[in-house]
Every structure is written in C-alpha cells, then in structure tokens.
C-alpha cells in the first residue's frame, strides 16, 4: 500500500501550481488585451501543463534523469503544435509568432517553476517576457508609423510588423 503524502509536499506541489498558473496569466495579459489568440487562459493552462507534467516525472523517476530530460523534450514538442495553431489560421495567413513565442515561454516557465528551489524566480521570468513584450510592442508600432509616414516598405508582414 501506498504511503500517504505529505501534508507539506501537498502545499508545495500545490504553491507550485499556482505560481505556475499565475506566470502563465501574466505572459497572456499582452494577448488578451490586444484581443488576440492564446490569452490569459492559454497562457495559464500552458505553464500549469508543464508543471504537471515535470513534477509527475520527477515523483515517477527522480529529479535527475534522462527520463525527466524526455519529459521535457515531449512538452516542447506538445507546445510547439499549439504554437503552430496560433500561427497558422484558415485564412492562409501566417500571424501570431508572438504569441507562439510567448506560449513556448509560457511551457518553459512552467517547466522551471517544477525544477526550481524559489517558483517564485518563474514569476519573475514571466513578468521579464511581459514587459519585454510590451517595450518591444511599441518599439515595433513607432517604427511602422515611420515607415509608413516616411513611405518605408514594413508594411503588414513586414521585418516592423507587431506581430513579428
């Protein structure tokens, strides 16, 4: 018979969780105001994906493990079909790499947050990609309103676009 758990690994499993999912929401805020693909709710369900799954590899294999490098080369892959399903829409027309990038961060912060002593320094990498996203954000808006003031060629789709 199995050993019950922890009243203390049960909290920090459960702290992990949170902190996972709250990272999570923090890297979709961008998405979600810009009322794009893969908000907060992705965004969230990603990084607590990711989580979930390395501390299961840990608690089945042990924390170091080839196994556990396996679990993590499966998430990256599971991520990056999601990725792909905000970049490519019906429309024929590629959009969203952003928001796949910020998706595939949002499954490697997951990822660390299990990994880590501190989840909390996963919050802290969250939030950096945040406010990267956002200098980054208006850094691309005030090149394309010179392009397109001074007749320059970043049109949509273009190497100033702010989906790019």
Do not use: Y
């Not at 989580?51 to 990256?76: E, N, P, W, Y």
């Not at 990056?80 to 961060?105: H, M």
């Not at 090149?143 to 060629?153: L, P, S, T, V």
């Amino acid at each position: 018979m199995d050993q019950p758990i922890d009243p203390v690994t049960i909290l920090a499993g459960l702290w992990k969780f949170v902190v996972s999912a709250g990272a999570g929401a923090i890297l979709g805020l961008p998405a979600q105001v810009r009322r794009r693909p893969g908000g907060i709710r992705t965004h969230a369900l990603v990084s607590l994906g990711a989580t979930v799954f390395c501390m299961t590899s840990i608690a089945v294999v042990g924390g170091v493990s080839a196994d556990v490098l396996r679990a993590l080369q499966g998430i990256t892959t599971g991520v990056g079909f999601i990725g792909g399903a905000a970049l490519l829409r019906g429309d024929r027309i590629v959009q969203g790499i952003n928001t796949a990038a910020s998706i595939w961060i949002a499954a490697a912060v997951g990822s660390a947050i299990s990994f880590i002593r501190s989840p909390v320094l996963g919050l802290v990498a969250a939030l950096v990609a945040t406010v990267i996203n956002g200098v980054f954000l208006e850094l691309d808006l005030r090149m394309e309103r010179r392009a397109q003031a001074g007749g320059g060629e970043a049109g949509p789709g273009g190497a100033g676009s702010p989906g790019s």
